[in-house]
């Protein structure tokens, strides 16, 4: 069985990739993320997904390497991580009473290099916050390292009238459907080993 790399330090990601229970290794990828490309949201996500899984390919040549990011669209741009409470607040504001795209990329590069790609894109309905619903949430789960300023798997589902997606798992960061069906392929299958 190659070795299996995950090309990233995020820790849902990691908690994700867990639930297949396949052995693998986290490992920062060297890739400095460039989000002002002018790419729409698909394109942007796959071409980020690549880059960092292809950036970890000369310290393991021979490994089946996961990359994946993810972006909120809006207004035809995009929101990422928050960082501060009050960036956060502010991105949740533009987001009430909003229909919304949360876009995921996915990149498995195989033992050969070849990559495997796919795009998630799962909808959104927000409901209408108001701001001391906004302070409150932005307080008990403090999304600053989460993409729209949310955390689905907590409180954060409390801001939703409806997610539509085929895949839950891509919300949190990584398309878990999409990833066994890529690494299935590859003889990686979670139900095989």
Do not use: W
Not at 21 to 45: F, I, T
Not at 53 to 82: C, E, F, M, N
Not at 103 to 128: I, K, N, Q
Not at 161 to 190: M, N, Q, Y
């Amino acid at each position: 069985m190659p070795d299996l790399i995950l090309a990233s330090t995020s820790r849902y990601r990691a908690a994700l990739l867990d639930r297949l229970g396949l052995p693998y290794k986290a490992v920062a990828p060297p890739y400095e993320e460039e989000n002002d490309l002018p790419l729409d949201p698909p394109a942007l996500v796959r071409h980020l997904a690549l880059q960092k899984a292809a950036s970890v390919r000369p310290d393991y040549p021979t490994a089946v390497i996961i990359g994946s990011d993810q972006v909120l669209a809006i207004d035809g741009g995009i929101l990422g991580k928050p960082g501060t409470a009050a960036a956060a607040e502010a991105q949740l504001g533009r987001m009430s009473g909003r229909q919304l795209d949360l876009v995921t990329g996915l990149c498995v590069l195989d033992a050969d290099g070849g990559p495997h790609e796919h795009v998630d894109t799962v909808r959104l309905h927000v409901r209408d916050l108001t701001p001391a619903m906004i302070r409150h949430y932005v307080r008990r789960d403090a999304p600053l390292d989460c993409a729209g300023s949310f955390k689905i798997e907590a409180l954060g589902i409390t801001l939703f009238e409806a997610v539509i997606t085929t895949d839950p798992s891509a919300i949190e960061g990584l398309p878990l459907i999409a990833l066994t069906r890529l690494l299935a392929r590859l003889g990686l299958d979670p139900l095989n080993h």
